[in-house]
């Protein structure tokens, strides 16, 4: 923890240079990729049967207008907890300003302890807020887990998918060339047909960010 | 005694004036002066010496131009040091060639005045004293801001030299060009700097200061000049680009985004590890305290953000800036090349006295 501080003091440093340099995009375009230990809670008809730690590595991907508008955007996310293989796609479809934008998404996750894996959608809310010409930006962004599989029957509660996803994360981008360093908490549970799952943890980044200052 | 002589001269100066006035388009007048010149002259050649002294001592007495208190100092010298050893008076002699040198620092006596000796003495002399003269051409045409090497000084030891100009209404000294310590060069005249004129239509004099730059001594050398011309209008420059003029290129500070999104952020932040909990027994799992470190981290760096930050270059406001004072640029740059072709259209005539007053 120590050194993460370190190196974005230094990248705090950085910011207070001229802004002078700084170049223009017209649009919002930024891929990176994440990393971060992440715990993983795991319960089976309520019984807590899991509690492990892992590496969850990911893309993340983001592309809109720099005025705001559309956007879309991707995420992928790969982790192994002990002997189950983790992970979750998603497409991403924003509509607003960066400072708020509604967030939807639709996407598969592997379901724990099975080789299926299940459909979900997610709405929800971001807001990305740029402090002055600093190059920090702060975001934060809540989401609800919807069904997303509609062969199924509605009447049957016990296979829609529910849960929520939360993600607070600071953002540095360098001044003079378009990449940005992200440190952040992100937590999600999600239940499905009685198995359910509570993921915490850290989140590191690192990407390029055209329009990130 | 000598105020009774010095009346019987000016009677005689008179004269001789009214004299010559009558005979005005009869033949070209002669300077009454020159005529006692003369006369002391041919004294000094009739081996008068004495009457020849007095006659360059009273002509020196009276108010002379320059070549013709030249021409009386070098009759005074030459009698005071003339051929016969024993007539001569070297301290008397060498007070006239101080006196000479001062205002002739170069060049030779007249044929009928030197001898070999006095010739030594005048050499001499300029070793000791400081002298400068100067040589104005009679006429002379300027144009434009173009600098034109026209009045010749020359002194007898390096000095340095400044060239005014003085308007005959009275103005004040226009510092037309200047030279580094030298015994010899050429001050150049410029009708026009490009902002104002340098040499006003109608009477002016022309002032040579030679300082020297071994002693502390000035030589003031006068000219006067007539010129003529018209001097150009210049168009007004634009006023400099107001500030008020230009939009605020930085967003303002942004302290209190910095201190709202490190509340905000850094809460949140907490707030996901230790408040939004899972239902059912997965929320009764132990908290995760990596949460309040993430948050605090996040915090800080938003709060140092909010401090450090200078505001945000508004890319909009700078771009209409640069418009603005492009613009501007452009309207000087107009003016700019207006003014300098009326300039380099203005001429100058101008006509020289080369009596140095």
């Keep these: 923890m120590r050194r993460i501080f370190i190196a974005y003091s230094a990248f705090i440093a950085l910011s207070a240079a001229p802004a002078a340099a700084q170049v223009e995009y017209p649009v919002d375009l930024r891929i990176g990729g994440i990393t971060g230990g992440t715990r993983r809670d795991v319960s089976v008809n309520n019984e807590v049967t899991d509690r492990l730690d892992a590496s969850v590595k990911g893309i993340e991907a983001y592309l809109g207008a720099k005025s705001g508008g559309i956007g879309l955007g991707g995420r992928i996310l790969n982790g192994t907890y002990g002997a189950d293989d983790f992970t979750q796609r998603e497409a991403r479809l924003f509509v607003g300003e960066n400072w708020f934008r509604l967030e939807g998404a639709y996407g598969e996750r592997s379901l724990i302890g099975t080789d299926s894996t299940v459909l979900f959608i997610r709405a929800g809310a971001r807001s990305i807020v740029q402090i002055g010409g600093t190059g920090v930006s702060i975001s934060i962004s809540g989401a609800k887990t919807f069904q997303g599989d509609f062969s199924h029957s509605r009447s049957d509660g016990s296979r829609k998918p529910d849960g929520w996803e939360g993600e607070s994360s600071v953002f540095y981008t360098a001044p003079k060339i378009p990449v940005y360093v992200q440190l952040g908490y992100r937590a999600d549970y999600f239940k499905f047909q009685g198995r359910a799952e509570h993921m915490n943890g850290i989140v590191f980044g690192m990407g390029i960010w055209l329009g990130g200052r | ?357």
């Excluded at chain 2, 001789?16 to 009454?32: L, M």
């Excluded at chain 2, 009276?62 to 010298?77: D, F, G, N």
């Excluded at chain 2, 002399?125 to 009679?138: D, E, I």
């Design chain 2, 1 to 357: 005694m000598k105020f009774l002589r010095y009346c019987i001269l000016s009677m005689m100066i008179a004269g001789a004036a009214s004299g010559q006035s009558r005979q005005v388009g009869e033949a070209a007048p002669r300077s009454p002066i020159l005529d006692m010149i003369e006369r002391a002259k041919n004294s000094l050649n009739n081996l008068q010496y004495t009457q020849a002294r007095t006659a360059s001592r009273e002509i020196l007495a009276l108010r002379l131009k320059r070549s013709q208190e030249i021409a009386a100092l070098q009759v005074a010298a030459a009698s005071y040091f003339p051929d016969e050893p024993s007539v001569r008076m070297p301290d008397s002699a060498a007070f006239y060639l101080r006196r000479l040198v001062r205002v002739m620092p170069v060049g030779a006596l007249p044929a009928d005045l030197v001898s070999p000796g006095l010739d030594s003495q005048l050499v001499a002399t300029r070793k000791a004293v400081f002298g400068a003269t100067a040589r104005a051409p009679a006429a002379l045409t300027l144009k434009g801001i173009e600098r034109r090497p026209s009045i010749e000084v020359m002194s007898t030891r390096p000095a340095r030299w400044q060239m005014y100009l003085i308007s005959g209404d009275g103005g004040p000294p226009i510092l037309i060009d200047t030279l580094a310590a030298t015994s010899s060069g050429r001050l150049s005249l410029q009708a026009h700097n490009g902002v104002t004129p340098l040499v006003q239509p109608g009477a002016d004099q022309i002032r040579i200061l030679s300082i020297s730059a071994s002693e502390p001594d000035t030589i003031v050398i006068r000219f006067d000049a007539n010129a003529t011309g018209v001097i150009p209008t210049l168009a007004d420059m634009p006023a400099a680009l107001s500030s008020a003029k230009l939009l605020p290129e930085k967003a303002p500070r942004a302290l209190g985004a910095g201190i709202a999104a490190a509340i905000v952020g850094g809460s949140a932040s907490w707030a996901l590890a230790n408040v939004l909990m899972p239902p059912k027994n997965l929320g009764d799992q132990p908290k995760d305290s990596r949460g309040l470190s993430v948050g605090i981290g996040v915090a800080a760096i938003a709060l140092a953000a909010g401090i450090l930050d200078h505001g945000r270059p508004i890319p909009k406001n700078i771009k209409a800036n640069a418009a603005t004072r492009s613009d501007h640029l452009k309207m000087v740059g107009d003016v700019t090349e207006t003014n300098r072709k009326r300039v380099s259209e203005f001429a100058v005539e101008m006509t020289i006295d080369p009596e140095i007053k």
